[in-house]
């Protein structure tokens, strides 16, 4: 039974469920590294779906779609920018506003261009693997070698995209006068200003990169793995992201394999709806299991996570 | 140096005060409407036909009113009874400055207790049985508050992530109880229906004179109405509430003066938890009569809630006003849709104006009222030359 549960695929689909919430969570944490609190992330995805499919069912070039649904990420992480470093309003409530804006405004546009409430039409084709080599054959080589297609080479292009990205990001922020100036931003402005450091517009760039980021998560939703847009398709992930963001104690590599445990579990509760034939557990108490786990670790192992100092306060040049 | 520039103390009365704070949420309103109404002319539709409908699907019409019918109305209350719970919730969280997003895993753990307990109390009289029953919903939404705050308060885990992650647990906890101990005989994933003994009055049950036809509006939005009066005495008048408001307004102020930031944690996140657990109870009391996967999950009260108090800036009195706003734009959205022909989503669009709104006024004022004392320091100097 194990042996037919935990199969190559299984982690592969892991990796592809944790694409999403990866892409975004780095944004998030570059976001509130620059002292901006960002829980519009579930916004940014969903304009990033929605206007990844308008796109590429308006221009039937899929890759359009892709540039469209990082424009709208952009374009809504700016107004979060300018209300919460221009207008230095609570970025929480500018956040919840955008979250329902998003929400409305996906919802309301689908009917007005398609006539219908509920989805969008679907796109012609989805982006495919990027690889594409031939599996099969009997053997342990053979066998060996379907796991490592599977988990290695079976993937779409914006998954590779997310591991670099990861692993870059993560390079930037510790490894160069930018990433060094990102930080200060959000530990102590004050003294990132008195040295020179544009405070403002390092936020703005931030806040401007994480939406790039949630658009480029929802392109990953509609353009790599559904192929169509449903009302409020994220259902949540731009949250269970900010839990990864912080779980990854606010850094990119730490983000990505946060997110790769919610991914799993994601898996998981995908493969138990085709295997639930005699479970003596109820399917619930593993789909719980992430959530517990992340409990138990905040509790146990991890001690306090400390955000940056100065997450959330608008700043005001003297 | 503001204390010298002051203008001269001009008492309010309390009407003066009322009308001077909601003057903004309602301005608001009017501009996100008035922005609402530009997207629905540029989609091709009539804005004054479908605001006109969304309010008379939110409030009826006087013909309507003088038969004693305020269905519709009712309607409005109906919706604004779960978001007034959850929208008291978040904002007691808030005033101590903490973000109670899990909240609609509290109200699941409310609504489904307030379920058992109805089905086991069902034999009781009523005046035994529905207090019983939502003071066991709101231990259940206390109860699972409790952890995230013994880890805020004890490790410092943050509770934005330990509420989401309790709120997914609670999501398959509660799953699991309707479709497997409690589910109905049919076998559904639902509880069977409660008797009717435990479902909370509706106001035309209540107050036959006034409302001659049946309404969903329901006791439990007076409820809400108590607690808020409640709320806001416990933080204006009591030992606890003040320490509430000293955490939340400045966490090392607070220590130094003496005030235990872990115990008040642990207070407040948990009777926000109770406020959330009632939501749940209400609405299964109130309006399903049952706990089904839906009650929460699709339509996210916790998650309006945090809009609702947001909107009423964390007063516990505004909140029910912001509550009956939002019941209002779900329930007059319907006949909007119906009669106008506007996608019912424009309603989420002018929710999210609206917040945005009230948002930058506190930024705006605050803007002026430097301004303005600026200014005033500068006369002040020349003055002085």
Known sequence: MWLSFFTPDLFASAIRMATPLALAAIGGTICERSGVVNIALEGMMLVGAFFGVVVTLATGNVWLGVVAAIVAGVLLSAIHAFASVTLRMDQVVSGTALNILALGLTGFLMEVIYGHPGATNGIAHKIGPVFNFPTGGTGVLATI???????????????YIAIIIAIVAQWAMYRTRWGLRLRALGEHPRAADTVGVRVQAGRYVAVLISGALGGLAGANLTLEQVGVFSDNMTSGRGFIALAANIFGRWTPVGSYLASLLFGFAEAIEIRMQSFQQGNQIPVQFFLMLPYVLVVIVLAGFMGRAVGPAAIGKPYEKE | MSETHEAPVVRENLWMKALRTAGVPLLSVVFAMAIGSIIIAASGKDPVLAFGALLKGAFGSPEQWQIGNFRAFGDTISRATPLAFAGLAIAFGFRANLFNIGANGQLLLGAVTAAFLGLVLGGQPTWVAIPLILIGAALAGAAWAFIPAILKAKVGAHEVITTMMFSWIALYLTSWIISGPLKDAAGNSQTPMLPQAVWLPTLDQLLPGIFRVPVRAHLGFIIAIALAVLVWWILKKTTLGYG??????????????????????????????????????????????????????????????????????????????????????????????????????????????????????????????????????????????
């Open chain 1, 145 to 159: 070698w379907t796991w490592v297609d599977q988990i290695v080479f079976s993937y779409t292009p914006i998954v």
């Open chain 2, 244 to 385: 509430v408001r000293a955490v939340g307004f400045n966490q090392w102020a607070a220590q130094n003066g003496g005030i235990s930031i872990a115990i008040t944690t642990v207070y407040a996140l948990c009777i926000s938890g109770a406020l959330a657990g009632l939501a749940g109870a209400s609405e299964v009391l109130g309006v399903q009569h049952r706990m089904f996967d839906e009650v929460s999950a699709g339509s996210g009260f916790g998650f309006t809630g945090i809009a609702v108090a947001l909107l009423a800036k964390n007063h516990p009195i505004a909140v029910i006003f912001s509550a009956i706003l939002f019941g209002a734009l779900s329930a007059g959205a319907g006949m909007m849709q119906l009669t106008a022909n506007v996608p019912d989503k424009i309603i989420m669009i002018v929710q999210a104006l609206i917040i945005f709104f009230v948002g930058a006024e506190t930024v705006i004022t605050w803007l002026i009222k430097r301004r303005q004392k600026l200014a005033l320091e500068r006369e002040g100097d020349s003055d002085v030359a």
